[in-house]
């Protein structure tokens, strides 16, 4: 499985940005795609994810309403909307696929694949 992160980069506070993660390389449809952030001294810390099989969503409470993540089942790819910036969402953001079907998780070691990270820095 191949993952492809992008669009990342520099965002006012208050600002939006939508990240792409593309995915190739897989033999089943059942999987799921998560989106997760790492800031400088944090923790990996789970954004939405999203089941590939049912389209079922997980976001965090503390991201609902600014962080909306999608998908485009013919392209492979899935979406994370950012709005609302603030410093404190200045991290590196990794795409990864779990190789489950209908279930959703935010808990990285769950992953089986992880992108190369796309940096956002949110500063004026």
């Known amino acids: 499985v191949h993952i492809v992160e992008s669009g990342g980069g520099l965002v006012q506070p208050g600002g939006s940005l939508r990240l792409s993660c593309q995915v190739s390389g897989f033999t089943s449809g059942d999987y799921a795609i998560g989106w997760f952030r790492q800031g400088s001294g944090k923790e990996r810390e789970g954004v939405p994810c999203i089941s590939r099989s049912d389209g079922s969503i997980y976001t965090p409470d503390s991201m609902k309403g600014r962080f909306t993540i999608s998908s485009d089942n013919a392209k492979n790819t899935v979406y994370l909307q950012m709005n609302s910036l603030n410093a404190g969402d200045t991290a590196v953001y990794y795409c990864?696929?779990?190789?489950?079907?209908?279930?959703?998780?935010?808990?990285?070691?769950?992953?089986?694949?992880w992108g190369q990270g796309t940096q956002v820095t949110v500063s004026s």
């Open positions: 990864a696929y779990m190789s489950v079907g209908y279930y959703t998780s935010l808990m990285p070691e769950e992953y089986d694949y």
